[in-house]
């Protein structure tokens, strides 16, 4: 069972940035369940959300301390960020964990020459350049399999 299929009550999430993956993870949290919030800048970003959400939606900033209380962070058991912004998703995750404490905190970056750095720090990514790299090495392995059969 994974993180997302888990329906514990106790689990509360706070995904920053609802963007396309921040909306359909969000979504999917709320689909199976799950107590998330979702925040973003722009009231607009959260037509992405289905029309059965049913977690909390929140305009404000994800960086700014005050809302991340307001939004209770320290009763979060995970944090996601996924921003558009590299450095943004990076200051969320560093504040969820080291100044709130976080358990499980994620941040998404773009640039994939960052995320052995960030790995150092105890930092967990996710890089959709590296992702698609390795799925397309995988359907390219498959392809070379089937040829040799």
């Given at each position: 069972?994974?993180?997302?299929e888990?329906?514990n ?10 963007g396309?993956?921040?909306?359909s993870l969000?979504?999917?949290l ?6 998330v ?12 959300l ?5 977690g ?26 996924v ?18 404490h976080?358990?499980?905190v994620?941040?998404r ?10 790995h ?8 959709p350049?590296?992702?698609?790299a ?12 089937q040829?040799?059969?």
């Amino acid at each position: 069972m994974n993180f997302f299929e888990k329906k514990n009550k106790e689990e509360y999430v706070i995904i920053v940035g609802c963007g396309r993956l921040g909306a359909s993870l969000a979504n999917t949290l709320s689909d199976n369940d799950g107590n998330v919030l979702i925040m973003d800048l722009s009231k607009d970003s959260f037509r992405r959300l289905s029309a059965t959400f049913g977690g909390l939606s929140v305009v404000g900033n994800g960086t700014d301390i005050q809302t991340l209380k307001d939004a209770q962070i320290q009763n979060a058991s995970a944090v996601i960020a996924v921003t558009n912004h590299d450095n943004t998703n990076i200051m969320i995750a560093q504040l969820a964990r080291d100044l709130f404490h976080v358990k499980k905190v994620i941040a998404r970056l773009y640039d994939s020459e960052r995320e052995s750095v960030y790995h150092d720090l105890g930092i967990d990514t996710i890089c959709p350049a590296a992702l698609s790299a390795k799925e397309v090495d995988k359907i390219l392995g498959k392809d070379e399999e089937q040829v040799e059969k």
